[in-house]
Every structure is written in structure tokens, then in C-alpha cells.
């Protein structure tokens, strides 16, 4: 849900850089001639590119006229370096490449600001601001809204403010901030005759306040109609699908699972047959979710594997892609360095000559400190790496020895049960024992008379029981009150045992052998060796994986990402640590 809120939020910058998809009859680029040529002319060529959908060729121009800036050509071609800045920061932005996208902003930006050219910085405070918004920054997003938003006003650049308004909306809400949301929201109505997109939006930001307001039957209500609006006018499958997929999520949180399983399946076909694979993704997510809260465990579980699994293929697809991309990027970046370098040797002054038999012998002296530092982090690499072995090591010696412990006691508690005649204590749940914590509380308030020995140790058998002999504990709605009603006893009585027995609360107990199992997978690189981190931490029962990496490194020392890495370096070995 997280990605569609934020596509959502950045739609608009995305439908004046659709041409950025496009790769096709590029065309091989000479560079050195390219810095001979004029600025406008290099600004012509590269629209021509870009309105053929040449993406990357019109980038080679647009970087070669970039690199050419220097504080000393004329304001016209500087106001074109400006706006070949956002051009550039917009195609960036369109393939997912952020950093790159915000360093051309910001230069952009800083052009605009030494040269008064006002017109531009409405446009690129948004593009700024929707950066932020890929990242999570939500204060600092709201500031260049805000910030582009006074500039479109004042300008009275209409197409702007609305865009703007309309980030703001989606923004707020998601900072909860919703009587600024619907501030905005009143201000973006205003131009609902002079942007077709307005009436969508007016529906689809009206669905975000009604949902953060906890109104789901009319947030419900709303994302329908933009649904309904987006077929109409005809915008790309993404508008529709995201909207359909939050209607269905407004019927999960409203407890209509018939009505959210319809859109959910409904959405799924539509995404699967438009390839929105991440927008899938959600749907999947949200159908396991639908059916474990139903008691269909099948289900739930056939579509919380299609969920994994189709998550780790995007994040595998996305990691091609960047590595195809890879080359690219890095010869347009060595070409705009060398375009730059041009420019500034022919601004430099007669002293540089001069000046370079010193930059000469603080390089040598720069580059023995380097090489010194090198060798350096070498060794404090080499020995941070042997660290961190022992700890794997001594950790997988402690999974070893409970999982030892395990079975002793398992087998020991079954003998003597047998002998006792009592077996069936050692199953909860089986209806021959009366349930465990229906004592009457004595008068005298003691805790610890709550129970008398014979059942704390009755109780302490069955909590035992689920946590060794099940995997319950790695569901993700696993709580004391789940543990309790497994067990037959209540909250309080189950609290109280595991307090007094294990000197510990129920959630620290818990984190004990959630971690336990998730070392356990970690080091099975056979079973779960291409699980991401966030899929073993969900496979235990966690919903954050930021929550489990840090209760991991707060148990184990290390975190997992360096667990599961010596695990598979182990496994290539032979069992050998290298």
C-alpha cells in the first residue's frame, strides 16, 4: 500500500517524462565534437531527441549542455542550462535513479537562484519535493511544496499550483495533518474546469482524507468514483488499478471480507494482465491477509507464498535492470565530467600553470596517506570480518544446544509423563484436563498464590508444549491472548508464569524463539538461501523488518544480513569458515 500511496503522490511528474520509457534507434554520440557546438544548438537537438522518443541520445546533448556552464555565457543560455537541469533531473526520476535525479534538480535550482529565473523554481521545488516523498521525508517535502507553490502564485502559473495543491493533499494526509489536507483540497477544486485530472483527483484526495478521518465506508465510496473517473478518462491502467486496490482495502478495514476479497481478485487480473507487478504485489498481500483473518489457512498461506515470491522476482528484475543501465549511466557520466573539465580549462586563469608542480606533490603526498589508509581498513576489515565469524559461530553453537536441550527435555517429560499416567497433559487442548487457570483467586493478593504448583507447573508444561513442538509463534497476530487460549488458560495466569519462571515479559519471550527460528532459517541456505531479509523476518511472524534487524542484532550481535552472508559463504565452503 506504501508504493501506491507514493505513486499516487508523484503521479503528475511522471506524465510529462512518459517519453523517458522509451529507449529506442539511439544513436552513437561524439562527445568531443558535441562541446564544440553552441548551447541552443545542443537545447534544439536534444528536444528533437527527446520528442522521438530518443531518451538517450537526448541525454547525451543535455549533459554535454550542462557541463558547458560557466558564470560567463550569455543569460539565455544559462536560462537553457537551467531548464536542461530539470529535463534531465525528470528522465532520471522517470527510471528510478533518485540521487542522480536530485543532483540535477539542485543544480538547476542554484542556476535559478544566482540568475532570477523565477519562472523555473515552482517546477523544480516540485520535482524536489517529490523526491523527498520517494524517501519518506515528509517534513521536508511539505516545505518544497510549499515553497514551489508560493513561487506558481505569485507567477500565477496555474498548471503548477494545481499540480502542487495536489501533492500537498496526498502529503498531508499521510502526515496526518488532515485539516491542512482539506485546505488544499478546497484550493485544488478551484481549477476543476481547467484540468480534466482535477476531477479524478478530487476524488482520489477526498478518498486519502475520508480514510486517514477512519471514514472508510466514504473513502470507500470515493476511491470508487475515481476508479469510475479514471476509465472515463482513459488514464493509464496504474490510476485505475491503485484506486481499485485501495477500495479493497477500505472493505478489509471495514470488515466487508466479501466485498474485499471481490476487488482484491478483480485487481489482481487487471494488474497481472496490465504487468503492474508491483501494484500486484499489494494485492496478493492483501488477499492472504483477507483469508487468515477468515480462518482459511490454506489460502492464506497459498497467496502469502505468491506474495513472497513475487516480491523477491521484482526486487531481482529491478537489480537487472540497474545493472543494464549501469554501463549507461556510467558513460554519460564520464562524459559529462569530461565536458565540464573542458570548460573549466578554458575559464581557468594563467596561474593554474603555475600552481600545478604544487598539486603535484600534495597528490603523491594525498595518495601515500591514501594508500596507508588503505591498508589500514584492510586489516581493521579482516578483523571485524573474523568478529563477526565467532559470533556467527557462536551462535549457531547456541541454536545447536537448544535444539539438543529441546529434544532432552521433550523426551524426558514424555517418560515421565507415561510413567505418571498423564500424558495428555502434555497436549493442550485434547478435553480430558480441566483447562488450566480457573482456580478462584485467593483472598491474600500475592501473585504468586494465583496458583498452586501443581498447575503453575500443569501450565508451564502446555506454554512449553506450543512454543517448542509448533511454529505458532511465527504467525503474525501471535499474541499472550493467542498463547492463552492455546494453553486453556488466560492472559493473566500465562503472564504470570512465564514472568516468574523465566525472570522475562511474554514480548521478550517471544523475541526469543522468533529469533531462534530465524537464525535457524538463515543458516538453512538450502530451503531459504534466496529469502530477502524482509521475507525471513515476515516468515517468523514480524511485520517490520527495520523491528527485526534491530531485535536480531540486540540478541545475536550481528545483524542478519551478515548472518545470512557468512551462512552461504559457510555452506560454498563446505562448512569451513573462510
Known amino acids: 500500500m506504501k508504493y501506491f500511496r507514493c ?81 534531465l533531473g525528470e528522465i532520471f526520476y522517470a527510471r528510478e535513479h533518485y540521487q542522480q535525479a536530485f543532483d540535477f534538480y539542485f543544480k538547476g535550482l542554484r542556476i535559478c537562484e544566482e540568475n532570477g529565473f523565477d519562472h523555473l523554481l515552482a517546477r523544480l521545488h516540485k520535482d524536489i519535493g517529490n523526491i523527498y516523498s520517494v524517501y519518506s521525508d515528509g517534513e521536508q517535502a511539505i516545505k518544497s511544496y510549499n515553497t514551489g507553490l508560493g513561487y506558481a502564485r505569485r507567477l500565477g502559473q496555474d498548471d503548477m499550483e494545481v499540480k502542487l495543491l495536489i501533492n500537498l493533499v496526498a502529503i498531508y494526509c499521510f502526515n496526518n495533518r488532515l485539516d491542512e489536507a482539506r485546505q488544499c483540497y478546497d484550493e485544488m477544486l478551484r481549477f476543476r474546469e481547467q484540468d480534466s485530472l482535477v476531477a479524478y483527483f478530487a476524488y482520489q484526495n477526498r478518498a486519502l482524507i475520508y480514510a486517514y478521518s477512519d471514514d472508510y465506508a466514504r473513502a470507500a465510496e470515493c476511491f470508487a468514483r475515481a476508479a469510475r473517473c479514471a476509465d472515463s478518462l482513459r488514464l493509464p491502467p496504474e490510476y485505475v488499478a491503485s484506486v481499485n486496490g485501495e477500495l479493497a482495502h477500505m472493505y478489509e478495514e471495514m470488515g466487508q471480507a466479501d466485498s474485499a476479497l471481490r476487488y482484491y481478485r478483480l485487481n489482481s487480473d487487471y494488474t497481472r494482465r496490465h504487468g503492474l507487478g508491483h501494484l500486484l504485489v499489494n494485492n496478493l498481500r492483501g488477499l492472504a491477509g483477507v483469508y487468515e483473518s477468515l480462518g482459511q489457512t490454506s489460502l492464506a498461506k497459498h497467496y502469502r507464498y505468491s506474495y513472497l515470491v513475487l516480491a523477491d522476482s521484482l526486487l531481482g528484475a529491478d537489480a537487472l535492470n540497474k545493472m543494464k543501465n549501469g554501463l549507461f549511466l556510467y558513460e554519460l557520466d564520464r562524459n559529462y565530467r569530461h565536458i565540464t573539465s573542458l570548460t573549466e580549462e578554458r575559464a581557468a586563469n594563467v596561474g593554474q600553470i603555475r600552481r600545478q608542480r604544487v598539486t603535484l606533490l600534495a ?29 556467527f559461530k557462536r551462535n549457531g553453537e547456541i541454536v545447536r544446544s537448544e535444539e539438543a536441550y529441546k529434544q532432552e527435555r521433550t523426551s524426558y517429560l514424555n517418560r515421565i509423563a507415561e510413567l505418571e499416567g498423564t500424558v495428555s497433559r502434555l497436549t493442550p487442548g485434547d478435553g480430558r484436563e480441566q483447562p488450566v487457570g480457573t482456580v478462584s483467586e485467593a483472598p491474600d493478593k500475592t501473585r504468586r498464590q494465583l496458583l498452586d504448583d501443581t498447575r503453575r507447573e500443569e501450565l508451564l508444561k502446555r506454554i512449553a508444549y506450543v512454543m517448542e513442538e509448533t511454529k505458532d509463534f511465527c504467525r503474525q497476530d501471535f499474541s499472550l491472548d493467542t498463547l492463552a487460549g492455546l494453553v486453556e488458560s488466560n492472559s493473566r495466569y500465562v503472564s504470570q508464569v512465564i514472568n516468574d519462571t523465566y525472570g522475562k515479559n511474554f514480548r521478550a519471550y517471544l523475541n526469543e524463539y522468533r529469533i531462534r527460528e530465524a537464525r535457524l532459517r538463515l543458516m538453512d541456505t538450502a ?27 540486540d540478541i545475536t550481535g550481528i545483524t542478519p544480513s551478515i548472518y ?15
Open 7 to 87: 505513486l499516487l503522490l508523484c503521479a503528475l511528474l511522471l506524465l510529462p517524462c512518459s517519453a523517458a520509457l522509451a529507449s529506442g534507434g539511439q544513436e552513437m554520440l561524439d562527445y568531443d565534437r558535441l562541446a564544440s557546438w553552441p548551447i541552443s544548438r545542443l537545447y534544439a537537438d536534444g528536444n528533437r531527441q527527446l520528442e522521438q522518443d530518443h531518451v538517450d541520445t537526448a541525454m547525451g546533448y543535455y549533459v554535454v549542455l550542462v557541463g558547458k556552464y560557466d558564470p560567463y555565457i550569455s543569460r539565455t543560455d544559462k536560462e537553457l542550462c537551467a531548464t536542461a537541469c530539470a529535463t
Open 363 to 391: 597528490t603523491v603526498a594525498c595518495l601515500l596517506v591514501f594508500a596507508a589508509l588503505l591498508v589500514w581498513v584492510w586489516r581493521q576489515k579482516n578483523r571485524l570480518h573474523a568478529a563477526y565469524e565467532a559470533l
Open 527 to 553: 530451503a531459504y538461501g534466496h529469502y530477502t531479509i524482509k521475507a525471513i523476518a515476515e516468515s517468523v511472524g514480524y511485520k517490520s523488518h527495520t523491528n527485526f534487524i534491530n531485535i536480531f542484532k
Open 564 to 578: 545470512q552472508r557468512i551462512a552461504k559463504e559457510q555452506a560454498a565452503g563446505g562448512g569451513e569458515a573462510r
